[in-house]
């Protein structure tokens, strides 16, 4: 089982920026897609972004596309998620999550239920 750790939410005005690390332990992610999800409050968790560590494919959702890139350090075993141009509607709690590439279901990446490992999550709020 993947033990992973967010870091690196927090206050930002619109327009800044910040920079999400998801450090995994357990397991190697090299065979693994990672990906990022987001819940606000009221909300439904949502999906934002993943990459394929095997090939470094990577996949957006529409909101954040053009505004966030996702980056993997697999010697760190470490999944980043570089934030820019935020707005308030960013703000919600930012979760990593991790499911091997072979029983992973592209089609369906933005659904909850696909991935299986979860991190405890990071706060981001965007407001002025």
């Known amino acids: 089982q993947v033990q992973l750790v967010e870091s690196g939410g927090g206050l930002v005005q619109p327009g800044g920026s910040l920079r999400l690390s998801c450090a995994a332990s357990g397991v190697s992610l090299d065979y693994y897609y990672i990906g990022w999800f987001r819940q606000a409050p009221g909300k439904e968790r949502e999906g934002v972004s993943c990459?394929?560590?095997?090939?470094?494919?990577?996949y957006y959702a529409p909101s954040v596309k053009g505004r966030f890139t996702i980056t993997s350090d697999t010697a760190k075993n470490t999944v980043y998620l570089q934030m820019n141009n935020l707005k308030p509607e960013d703000t919600a709690i930012y979760y990593c999550?991790?499911?091997?590439?072979?029983?992973?279901?592209?089609?369906?990446?933005?659904?909850?239920?696909?991935?299986?490992?979860w991190g405890p999550g990071t706060q981001v709020t965007v407001s002025s």
């Open positions: 990459i394929n560590n095997r090939d470094g494919s990577t």
């Open positions: 999550t991790a499911e091997p590439a072979f029983t992973l279901t592209l089609s369906s990446w933005l659904e909850e239920y696909t991935w299986t490992d």
